[in-house]
């Protein structure tokens, strides 16, 4: 763990000032090449980085299974992909601190059976705060698990949308189905992190802050089941409640 984190002396001032030593989060900005060309450059901790690079291609459709994937090679600043199909896209050069880009695409409609009570909510969401090693020694990552009958995956990183990227990875190397499984994660749900969810199929988003109202409405369309406001024995379902068991 302790390549997630790193000692520095900072000030502290309340009642006193003190000079002490703290533990901060490590990033690094690491560019993504698939069979030779520039995909993105991302901002995210330097770790997990085969979960975030199978995560990636999965939840953006540049693949559609681990038979895809010749080889991936991790070098200091890049990750470098060889797929067995790839069809190039311009504009793809992505910063997930200053905004974060995806090609357009059709949106897919998830079909799941799958139905979550009350209480497992709140017992899964306690669980993930207790998992997330990185976010209580430094409070300077994003948190993020995939929940089924048989796993509960955590991954943490400084951006929320990679923290997403890396337990859809560490899913598929999993053989997880994704469409009887829940997502939990931190942060607020922008649309572009409902749409990861949609392309692989995974029916039920939960988070401790709130959709913003175009996340909502691409919950809607995606026929993703969206609950956030999770605090204190509560939640908000903003879309497709009839997933959640009250």
Request: hydrophobic share 40%; with cysteine; glycine share 6%.
């Amino acid at each position: 763990m302790s390549k997630m984190f790193k000692k520095t002396k900072i000030i502290r001032v309340n009642n006193q000032v003190r000079d002490i030593e703290d533990l901060i989060a490590l990033d690094s900005k690491i560019e993504l090449d698939v069979n030779g060309k520039k995909l993105g450059k991302f901002y995210l901790s330097p770790f997990n980085l085969e979960d975030f690079t199978l995560g990636y291609l999965l939840d953006e459709r540049y693949i559609k299974s681990l038979k895809d994937v010749n080889k991936i090679e991790f070098k200091p600043s890049s990750i470098q992909v060889f797929l067995k199909n790839f069809e190039s896209y311009e504009d793809s050069d992505l910063d997930c601190y200053n905004g974060w880009f995806h090609r357009d695409q059709t949106i897919s409609f998830v079909k799941s059976d799958l139905k979550v009570g009350k209480e497992t909510i709140l017992q899964a969401y306690d669980h993930l705060i207790e998992k997330a090693e990185v976010w209580s020694k430094t409070g300077g990552t994003h948190v993020a698990a995939l929940v089924d009958e048989t796993h509960f995956i955590v991954r943490e990183d400084v951006s929320r949308h990679v923290a997403v990227d890396k337990v859809i990875g560490a899913g598929l190397k999993k053989n997880i189905d994704f469409s009887d499984s829940f997502l939990l994660c931190s942060g607020r749900i922008p649309p572009d992190r409902v749409v990861k969810l949609a392309n692989v199929g995974i029916p039920i988003m939960i988070t401790k802050a709130a959709p913003t109202m175009e996340g909502l409405k691409m919950g809607e369309k995606a026929g993703i089941t969206l609950v956030g406001f999770l605090r204190n024995g509560r939640f908000n379902i903003y879309t497709h409640p009839h997933r959640i068991i009250i």
